[in-house]
């Protein structure tokens, strides 16, 4: 994954937690819809000045615009998965296995 698809999933994902549409995210920042797609799908970037609007939207720093570190890849996440299993009673097995299956289904 490059830079630019990085800084759009952070992007969204920043947007989602707010609950705003990307036309919502458009007009406060004064951008096309489209744009703001095309950022989030990593096929371009944008200014400093709209950085800069972004992160007051979002009340955070710029920097927090691009910091990605607190998600885990999946292999990353499928081995403490793995680890809690091991570690885990048979009942408390069967509750995290009914959890699961509620989520992806």
Do not use: W
């Not at 990307?22 to 400093?48: H, Y």
């Amino acid at each position: 994954m490059n830079s630019l698809q990085l800084f759009g999933r952070r992007l969204k994902e920043l947007r989602k937690q707010r609950k705003f549409t990307q036309e919502q995210l458009a007009e406060l920042v004064d951008l096309d819809p489209k744009q703001i797609c095309r950022i989030e799908n990593g096929g371009c970037f944008t200014t400093f000045d709209t950085l800069e609007k972004i992160a007051r939207i979002f009340n955070v720093t710029i920097y927090d615009l691009f910091y990605c570190g607190h998600k885990k890849p999946k292999d990353a996440l499928i081995k403490e998965m793995n680890e809690v299993f091991r570690k885990a009673s048979d009942e408390n097995i069967e509750l995290i296995y009914k959890i699961v299956m509620a989520v992806v289904k």
